[in-house]
């Protein structure tokens, strides 16, 4: 018996977060400290995290990393930037010019350790030549806005981009660079975390164009042009990679089994959905709620509650002038799929706590949120048909709220189906 299902669905994704907080998982991951030079480098909304992890087994480090504007870390020797995410801003720029700075000159005994986790490829920002910040910065939005899958939209941002796609790997040539990553993407491919800037990459600059053209994206007629010339992007087989090793350490996978862990202990029979999910978060919400559905309906007394945990990265396909992120608009979906069928509960957030451009982590649902929504006088049709999730959720009060989590391992999505009484 689950005397209270919300409790138990937050205390679900407080575990995921818990497990991927790189001052609990990082430290195993170090080699000893080498002898020589040593610089650390790193973006991404755990990055300051993983440097205080860092320097909490090194000690004092020389080096500079970058991070979302409230997810800093107090660090002894590592100088922490903050700077803006989703969308980057001349404090990333200034510190993206300094970054690479620091890697100029390196010699062969030189040891540079980078911190990459997702949000890099919003926080490293060094357009290529013929390209501005506020160029960079419309097409950065238009992609968010897209609804691109992610894989593609950072193709795009790759190739516009001098440090992105194995380039800032290439700067510190030829020092040794260990490259320690948390996952955040689809699949856990290295070189989609952050737009891969320690990876190597085989796309080209017309991919790139083929994208925006697929998704219909509006861009200046510079960032054109700057794909039709070319791009630094580093071909995998580059010569300056050679002493690279990329190593992905934390991924959604192992924050939804330690998820798991937890339900099975409540008593729950789990059914995992794949850590890799992407699509719209609406159509993937009614393929879920459909689902749910139908084990519900199969359920007698006495039977265990079943949990459904999936990860990966949904995208929003922006319609109208809401304020909303997938995981809200996921819930919200689900909410309206399942019309307050009995005994379902659910959650979808963000494990970096910020679903959209929203301070927001995501959702919590039950039976009765239509009902709230209508004492409340919300109408819950209108708000997903405005993309306004986010004030949906605030007016019922079933937001979820944590502040900076200092990780990110992407979505985490959990529907819970109790057995009739």
């Not at 002493?243 to 924050?255: E, L």
């Not at 309206?336 to 910020?354: E, K, Y």
């Not at 048909?385 to 900076?404: E, I, K, L």
């Amino acid at each position: 018996m689950i005397a209270d299902p919300a409790l138990l669905l937050r205390s679900l994704f407080d575990r995921a977060v818990e497990v991927a907080d790189p001052m609990r998982s990082l430290a195993g991951h170090l080699p000893p400290r080498p002898s020589g030079r040593v610089v650390v480098v790193g973006a991404g909304k755990a990055s300051a995290r993983m440097a205080e992890a860092v320097e909490a087994e090194w000690g004092p480090c020389e080096g500079l990393v970058l991070t979302r504007y409230g997810y800093g870390r107090p660090c002894r020797g590592i100088e922490i930037v903050e700077a803006a995410h989703p969308v980057p801003d001349a404090a990333g720029l200034a510190a993206t010019a300094r970054m690479l700075t620091l890697l100029e000159g390196l010699g062969e005994g030189d040891f540079v350790l980078a911190l990459i986790s997702g949000g890099a490829s919003a926080l490293l920002v060094a357009p290529r030549e013929g390209v501005t910040l506020a160029e960079k910065q419309a097409v950065n939005a238009a992609l968010l806005a897209s609804g691109a899958p992610i894989d593609r939209m950072n193709t795009v941002r790759k190739h516009l981009s001098r440090v992105k796609g194995g380039q800032l790997a290439a700067a510190a040539h030829p020092a040794q660079m260990l490259v320690l990553m948390i996952s955040d993407v689809p699949g856990d491919d290295p070189a989609f975390i952050g737009s891969g800037p320690t990876v190597g990459d085989a796309s080209t600059p017309a991919d790139a164009l083929a994208v925006l053209d697929q998704w219909q994206i509006p861009v200046p007629d510079s960032v054109l042009a700057s794909l039709r010339a070319g791009s630094g992007v580093v071909p995998p087989d580059d010569a300056r990679l050679a002493r690279v090793a990329n190593r992905i350490y934390a991924a959604p996978v192992q924050s939804l089994n330690a998820a798991a862990e937890i339900a099975r202990a409540a008593g729950c029979e789990v059914q995992m959905l794949g850590d890799a999910l992407e699509g719209e978060a609406r159509e993937v919400a009614e393929a879920q709620a459909q689902k749910a559905l139908r084990i519900g309906a199969g359920l007698r007394a006495g039977d265990a509650p079943v949990l459904l945990l999936s990860g990966g990265e949904l995208t929003v396909t922006r319609r109208g002038d809401g304020i909303g992120g997938p995981n809200a608009e996921f819930s919200l979906a689900l909410a309206l799929a399942l019309r307050g069928a009995s005994g379902i509960h659910a959650i979808a957030c963000d494990t970096d706590g910020v679903d959209g451009a929203a301070e927001v982590a995501g959702a919590l649902i039950g039976p009765d949120i239509l009902a709230r929504a209508t004492a409340a006088g919300v109408d819950a049709e209108a708000a997903l048909a405005r993309n306004d999730a986010h004030s949906f959720f605030a007016a019922v009060n079933g937001q979820v709220v944590t502040g900076p989590t200092l990780t990110n391992v992407n979505d985490f999505r959990a529907i819970l189906i109790l057995p009739p009484a």
